[in-house]
């Protein structure tokens, strides 16, 4: 049988050409391999040793956040402002990998980049750029970005948080839910309904009076990161603390479209990481005698798991490609989302399978993967949202109500 050699371009990697199969890294520049080994180099070495018991605990990795400040990738595709300017490749690289090791720290990245610090660059006036964004690049400044309200999730356009204007300050009422770093932030991005009705954003600093957080209790999915609630008393918020260029629903809605793409590259991630765990577990097991791997069965169930992680590879090469040439729209980051989810679900639930009661333990990663794979396949817009916006698109008919 012909051995396969791998490309010396790969060799450092770490990585079994296994799971590329298709040999897309081919593709890829010296500058986003560079992205994908500092990364995966961080998840083996720093993040896979301990993450388990974080998530076990319920409790945020301090010193994993403090090493991902150091990566140079948070900022993501922001330029300037101590950034590092990803394209949107690396970008996607980066969340990936984060995500094969942690859900969690992938969420960090995700609230931290795509949703805080890109809400201030989009919308922020310079002076405020200039005061958040460079400490929020090495993570010395934590953001946070509240727009779900306990009764609306999915229709987040009728959301109930009020902003007046009473002399030099804005007065914010309201409430959020389920806002990743709420509680831990030095600033958090508070989207609310002015008196003109449209919505605006809002910079909250940690410490002003009546703004509270409580951290929810009992989650079973991202366990290694704080989501909370919020409740807004009169928080008085100084008039220069408004995002100016924020003037309506639909410049929240910039924002959340780029975080779509994000979510079929951290989807990717916890896929790979499934599949190489099921794989290296089938090598290694021994039942009736033989490896787990000799059997039919194993080796049909691996290799409709490869199909459909390499699937998932093709979609978010190309959603990639359309994003560097400013083609990618919010429809077809929803496609990507609607599928890569979909398929990362049934990729680690066939793993967790596949290892049997040892698919449970923590020790083995499988289990971890497969509940916080639930939250991305809910958030930043579920499967039957994205259903919607996508079949709208096709049709021509939209069929919200």
């Not at 049934?346 to 020790?363: H, I, P, S, T, Y």
């Amino acid at each position: 049988m012909e051995t396969l050699t791998v490309p010396p371009l790969f060799e450092d990697l770490g990585h079994s050409l296994s799971t590329d199969y298709f040999f897309l890294r081919e593709q890829l520049t010296a500058p986003q391999l560079e992205v994908l080994r500092r990364v995966r180099k961080f998840v083996d070495d720093e993040v896979l040793p301990v993450i388990g018991g974080y998530w076990e605990r319920a409790e945020v990795p301090w010193p994993l956040i403090e090493g991902l400040g150091e990566l140079g990738i948070i900022g993501e595709d922001i330029q300037g402002y101590d950034c590092p300017g990803l394209d949107p490749i690396a970008c996607g690289l980066a969340n990936m990998e984060l995500n094969r090791g942690d859900g969690s720290l992938g969420t960090v990245l995700g609230v931290q980049s795509g949703l805080a610090m890109k809400s201030i660059y989009l919308f922020g006036s310079e002076d405020q750029k200039q005061r958040w964004l460079p400490d929020m690049a090495r993570l010395r400044k934590l953001g946070a970005f509240a727009l779900t309200e306990p009764e609306h999730g999915s229709d987040s356009v009728s959301l109930e948080a009020s902003a007046r204007r009473e002399g030099g300050d804005y007065v914010i009422d309201g409430a959020k839910r389920w806002i990743g770093n709420a509680s831990i932030a030095d600033v958090v991005v508070v989207w609310a309904r002015g008196e003109d009705g449209e919505v605006q954003g809002f910079l909250v600093e940690k410490g002003m009076p009546g703004f509270e957080t409580q951290v929810m209790e009992g989650k079973g999915s991202l366990r290694a990161i704080w989501q909370a609630q919020i409740a807004l008393d009169s928080v008085r918020v100084p008039a220069d603390n408004r995002l100016p260029g924020a003037h309506r629903f639909k410049d929240t809605a910039r924002v959340l479209a780029g975080t779509r793409s994000t979510c079929a590259w951290s989807a990717l991630g916890h896929a790979v990481a499934a599949y190489e765990t099921a794989l290296t577990y089938s090598k290694r097991r021994r039942q009736f005698g033989r490896p787990l791997c000799s059997f039919q069965i194993v080796q049909e169930r691996l290799v409709r798991m490869l199909a459909e992680v390499t699937a998932m590879q093709l979609y978010c090469l190309q959603i990639g490609r359309l994003a560097e040439r400013g083609h990618l729209t919010d429809t077809i980051a929803g496609l990507a989302k609607f599928n890569n989810t979909r398929k990362a679900r049934q990729v680690c639930a066939e793993a967790r399978d596949m290892l049997g009661g040892n698919g449970l333990l923590l020790e083995n990663h499988v289990i971890r993967h497969m509940v916080d794979i639930e939250a991305i396949h809910t958030y930043e817009g579920t499967e039957t949202m994205q259903s919607l916006i996508v079949g709208r698109d096709i049709t021509g008919v939209g069929a919200f109500v």
